[in-house]
C-alpha cells in the first residue's frame, strides 16, 4: 500500500535566524536571536529597556547601518528570500516596513504631506494613491480631521497614528512597530492598538512590535518573544506568557501571592530561572 503523500509545510513569512549585531565593530548587541512572525500575526517583541528590541527590528529593516551597526552573524529571510543585504528601498517594495520609536513625523509638513511622503516608494497614478489615503483616514478618521495641521502641532497620539498611516500608505504586508505606546495616555494606547488588531484581521497585515508594555503587547498579540541582553530568552503563545508566573512577576510586580515591591522585584532580576 503506497504511503500518502507528506502535506507541505506553509510558507514561513519573517524569519531571523540566529543573527549577531555588532555596533562600530566592537560592542555586541544581539547574541543568537532567533525567531518567525507567521504570516497574517502578530508577534510581540518584549523586553525591558536595552534588551536589544529596536536594535532587532532595525535588523530586520535593514536601518543598521546608518547607526554603525551590522549584522555579523545569522541570516533575515522574508517570503523564503534572504533579506539582510537588500537596500531600504528593495525591503519596502518587497512590504515590509518599520514605524520607527519616537513617533518620527516631517513636523514642518502637514498631516497630509506626512501620509503622501509613504506612497514615494511606489509607482501609482493619482487615484490609487488617492484611494491609499482614504483607507488610512478610515483607520484613522482622527487624522482626516487633522490633515491640513503642521504634524508638528498635533498631539502625541496623533503623530503616533501619522507614522503607522505613513506606513500603510506603501501597502505593507509586514509591519515593524517599535514601542507605539511609548509616552501616551492609557487610553490612546489602547486606540493604537484596536486599530493594529483592525488591520491584521481585516487587512491581513502581519505585526512585529517591540514593546515595554507587556500586559498590553501580549493582550493584542498571537505569540511573544522576551529578550534580556541581546538574548531570546523566553517564547511561546500569548496566552501562556500572559499567565506565566515568571513574566507576572518580573514584568508586572504580581506574583501568586499579590503584588510584590520593587525592591523584591529586583532580587527577583537577580535570581531569575531562565538565566540560571
Known sequence: MTAPA???????????????????????VLKGVSLEVP????????????????????AISNLLRAERGEVTKGTIEFKGRRVDQLTVNELVRMGVCQVMEGRHCFQHLTVEENLLTGAFTRKASRGE????????YHYFPRLKERRSSLSGYTSGGEQQMTAVGRALMAQPTMILL???????????????????????????????????????????????????????????D??????????????????????RSFRDVKHYRRRKRWLA
Open 129 to 136: 494613491i488617492g484611494a491609499a489615503l482614504e483607507r488610512v
Open 238 to 259: 500569548a496566552k501562556g506568557l500572559a499567565s506565566n508566573e515568571d513574566v507576572k512577576e518580573f514584568y508586572l510586580g504580581i506574583s501568586a501571592a499579590g503584588r
Open 6 to 28: 507528506a502535506q507541505a509545510s506553509p510558507q514561513r513569512y519573517l524569519s531571523v535566524n540566529n543573527i549577531e549585531v555588532i555596533y562600530d565593530h566592537v560592542i555586541l
Open 178 to 236: 517599535d514601542e507605539p505606546s511609548m509616552g501616551l495616555a492609557p487610553q490612546i494606547v489602547e486606540e493604537i492598538f484596536e486599530i493594529v488588531r483592525d488591520l491584521n484581521s481585516k487587512e491581513r497585515v502581519s505585526f512585529l512590535l517591540a514593546e515595554q508594555n507587556t500586559m498590553v503587547a501580549l493582550r493584542y498579540a498571537n505569540y511573544g518573544c522576551i529578550l534580556e541582553s541581546g538574548r531570546v530568552v523566553m517564547d511561546g
Open 39 to 58: 504570516e497574517g500575526s502578530v508577534v510581540a517583541l518584549l523586553g525591558a529597556n536595552g534588551a536589544g528590541k529596536s536594535t532587532t527590528l532595525k
